[in-house]
């Protein structure tokens, strides 16, 4: 019997989580959206990925931070749940990163992606 799982995540801003999604591709809804499963279970998520199979993936705020809660018997994605949270994760820290950094007055000097698949980031700012 299938059921949906709870993925507990580091994720804390939804806006940043939207943009990291934008940003991969993913084509997401905002909600509060109700996340489909096995049998016709649903659960409230606040943003929704919705699958061709008809089972949706969803993120959902737990108290403390947005959780993934997917039916993974009908994870339908091109990365595993591992690769495909990484790489969401890893978009999440670089919004995060830009969104607070120019709030105090950062902009990117130098910006490259490293084989490994990570992310240099240089940032300056100019002082009066």
Same mark, same amino acid.
């Given at each position: ?11 804390? /801003? ?9 940003? %991969?591709?993913?084509?997401?809804? *905002?909600? *509060? ?11 409230? @998520? ?6 061709? /199979? ?7 705020? /737990?108290?403390?931070?947005?959780? %993934?809660? @997917? ?7 091109? %990365? ?7 790489? $969401? ?7 995060? $990163? ?9 902009? $990117?000097?130098?910006?490259?992606? /490293? ?14």
């Amino acid at each position: 019997m299938s059921h949906f799982s709870q993925i507990k995540t580091q994720i804390r /801003n939804l806006e940043s989580l939207k943009d990291a999604l934008s940003d %991969l591709g993913i084509d997401w809804k *905002p909600g *509060p959206r109700e996340v489909s499963g096995y049998s016709g279970q649903t659960h409230a @998520a606040e943003v929704s990925i919705e699958q061709e /199979n008809g089972y949706d993936i969803g993120f959902r705020w /737990n108290g403390k931070e947005y959780e %993934l809660v @997917a039916d993974l018997q009908y994870w339908q994605q091109d %990365l595993s749940v591992d690769g495909f949270l990484r790489q $969401v994760t890893q978009r999440y820290a670089y919004q995060t $990163v830009m969104k607070e950094t120019t709030k105090v007055g950062f902009q $990117v000097a130098e910006q490259q992606k /490293n084989e490994d698949g990570s992310i240099r980031l240089v940032l300056q700012r100019w002082s009066a």
